[in-house]
């Protein structure tokens, strides 16, 4: 009865920036709890690439080139959705580009770049959620993972653009949670900490990149499968009385403050 909750079977969930890293675990995970997924990223090879794995689970898989600093492309990419698999249950906004500029003096900053670092993370969110939120509004159900960041909760030095967007990421989900709880849509954020793009293979692998999450309070750096099965919790009925939550993912980083705050892995992420 409880596994059962967790079963996303006949959903149709978007996942954007789904190529690699997070995007990915979460689009594999979601398709092997029974969701068929569409992937949405710029660059084609590794959104089709995503599509291949997810049909590989046996699910249907769909790849769609999109950026999401575009409108017009967000909303080809839900209206082709539609027109392929009927509806959209889940939207997994989690494309962005990292902290653009940062480390740069603030007079140093362009207006381009300003909304570069703006819209790969907020503006886009915004993007996507306007382009599927009337057709979950219409049916009376959906989901809607908006994908934040601790930098969003904390002030760093120089990474002005970044922070601001995902704090505005946060404070988003929690409005739109508010205004679309009596449609039955549920909205959440996961914001996660100092992630890898891959779960380590050998001994030795682990052992490199544990020491490169020595800060963190759990002793390492989390692997790119722990996401997945949260994000599946989230838009499952087992999540059916939760709106509007952030759900830090991060072995404790936030909690401890990760101090100092310049202190970064050195390892790849």
């Known amino acids: 009865m409880v596994l059962d909750k967790l079963r996303l079977d006949g959903k149709v969930a978007i996942v954007t920036g789904g190529g690699t890293g997070l995007g990915r675990a979460m689009a594999l995970a979601m398709a092997e709890a029974g969701a ?19 049909k590989a689970l046996g699910r249907r898989g769909l790849a769609i080139p999109t950026d999401v600093t575009d409108s017009s492309q967000v909303n080809n990419l839900v209206a082709r959705t539609i027109q392929e698999f009927g509806k959209v249950d889940v939207l997994i906004n989690n494309a962005g580009r990292g902290g653009v500029t940062a480390g740069t003096a603030l007079w140093e900053i362009t207006d381009a770049e300003w909304h570069q670092g703006i819209d790969a993370d907020a503006t886009g969110t915004f993007y ?3 382009a ?15 994908v934040a960041s601790g930098s969003g909760m904390r002030g760093q030095p120089r ?12 404070l988003l989900t929690k409005s739109l949670a508010l205004a679309l709880a009596n449609d039955n849509i549920r909205v959440h954020c996961i ?34 499968s722990e996401v997945g099965p949260l994000a599946v919790f989230l838009a499952s009925d087992a999540a059916s009385y939760m709106t509007g939550d952030v759900v ?13 705050i310049q202190l970064v892995p050195t390892v790849p992420l």
């Open 132 to 146: 599927v939120v009337r057709g979950m509004v219409e049916r009376k159900s959906g989901t809607i993972i908006n």
């Open 159 to 170: 990474n002005f653009m970044y922070g601001a967007a995902k704090a505005a990421v946060i």
């Open 36 to 54: 068929d997924i569409v992937v949405a990223g710029r660059r084609p090879g590794p959104i089709q690439a995503t599509a291949e794995q997810v």
């Open 191 to 224: 914001v996660p900490g100092y992630f890898l793009e891959y779960d380590p293979t050998t001994d030795e692998e682990r052992q490199r990149l544990h020491e490169g999450g020595r800060f963190i309070p759990v002793g390492r750096m989390g692997y790119a």
């Open 248 to 260: 830090c993912i991060d072995g404790g980083g936030l909690v401890d403050g990760i101090a100092p």
């Open 128 to 130: 996507c959620t306007r």
